[in-house]
T-cell receptor, first 114, second 114 residues
Framework: DSGVTQTPKHLITATGQRVTLRCSPRSGDLSVYWYQQSLDQGLQFLIQYYNGEERAKGNILERFSAQQFPDLHSELNLSSLELGDSALYFC?????????????FGPGTRLLVL | DQQVKQNSPSLSVQEGRISILNCDYTNSMFDYFLWYKKYPAEGPTFLISISSIKDKNEDGRFTVFLNKSAKHLSLHIVPSQPGDSAVYFCAASGFGGATNKLIFGTGTLLAVQP
């Protein structure tokens, strides 16, 4: 158990809908990262937050947004969902979000868009 | 452009023998490398890491070797056990300190035969 929790574990929804994925980092970690793993791609970095502020953006679509709250949990919002958004979404956390820090991953949320 | 490459999609090894998983990278800005293990329906689990100032790091049965001039790293597992059967991801970070985002390879499926 990495100490990172994600809810829900599974999500089935329809195209055009909006969903929210939630992540709680390990106790004491200030930085949260979101990654997407789809069938035809490996793990792709989406976005990083540190202590409530966005620190880095990767291949995140404009239809997707995220935030980190004062209690350090984070939410990833996916809107106007398309079939191609079906994927595993992982959250990871690390202490300060600094280089050479190990990231610890949650169990993921499996999203299926029908 | 795949900056981190794992050219072997799969590897089969006998129990007790050595497993060698390979990873190549192209970006010379990377200065921290990690290996993660992933079981189906679980998040990636951190195994071992290495900083670019080192060429070897050991942790129990796992050793990571880094050859900076060749931009190549490898993970050695000795002795291999059936419980090691999983997908192994190589990841890299280090973009001049701007972010700790990870760039992942596509993974190698290791099967350890009893």
């Amino acid at each position: 158990d990495s100490g990172v929790t994600q809810t829900p574990k599974h999500l089935i929804t329809a195209t055009g809908q909006r969903v929210t994925l939630r992540c709680s980092p390990r106790s004491g970690d200030l930085s949260v990262y979101w990654y997407q793993q789809s069938l035809d791609q490996g793990l792709q970095f989406l976005i990083q937050y540190y202590n409530g502020e966005e620190r880095a953006k990767g291949n995140i679509l404009e239809r997707f947004s995220a935030q980190q709250f004062p209690d350090l949990h984070s939410e990833l919002n996916l809107s106007s969902l398309e079939l191609g958004d079906s994927a595993l979404y992982f959250c990871a956390s690390s202490g300060q979000g600094l280089v050479q820090e190990t990231q610890y991953f949650g169990p993921g949320t499996r999203l299926l868009v029908l | 452009d795949q900056q981190v490459k794992q050219n072997s999609p799969s590897l089969s090894v006998q129990e007790g023998r050595i497993s060698i998983l390979n990873c190549d990278y192209t970006n010379s800005m990377f200065d921290y490398f990690l290996w993660y293990k992933k079981y189906p329906a679980e998040g990636p689990t951190f195994l071992i890491s290495i900083s670019s100032i080192k060429d070897k790091n050991e942790d129990g049965r796992f050793t990571v070797f880094l050859n900076k001039s060749a931009k190549h790293l490898s993970l050695h597992i000795v002795p291999s056990q059936p419980g090691d059967s999983a997908v192994y991801f190589c990841a890299a970070s280090g973009f001049g300190g701007a972010t700790n985002k990870l760039i992942f390879g596509t993974g190698t499926l290791l099967a350890v035969q009893p």
